[in-house]
């Protein structure tokens, strides 16, 4: 495989980015510091704005979403005596999607071709790669390993 993009984060948003460039036909790696485990069994917020849940439709992803999360429109928040609405769909015309970000990374790596690489960051740190510029680029001092 010629891979022509390198995603740094197996996270939601990299494994996403991942399945999204695949179904257009563009070569990706993942590359990830922790191993799968750890990624998948992070606990993170669960409230999925309209735009995400378009991404993951469009990324084949969808389908666990829509059967085990459901829609909200607003919230109720308490100050002393006071309760007030935070109505959500009013501003964007759209609801958001409670789903846990955690199901979203399982679901976007099952329905990738190949997990993320655990051993890409280590490489690239240990190769002498430079991650602190807009480029990767090799440190003089280190051999090359191709």
Known sequence: MKTQVAIIGGGPSGVLLSQLLHRRGIDSVVLERKTKEYVVGRIRAGVLEQGLVTLLEQAGCGDRMHAEGFTHDGTLIAFGEETF?????????????????TEVTRTCMRHARRPPRRTGITCAMTCGISMRTTALRRSNNTPDRR
């Open 85 to 101: 609405r935070i109505d959500f769909a009013h501003p964007t015309g759209k609801p958001v999607t409670v789903h846990g970000q």
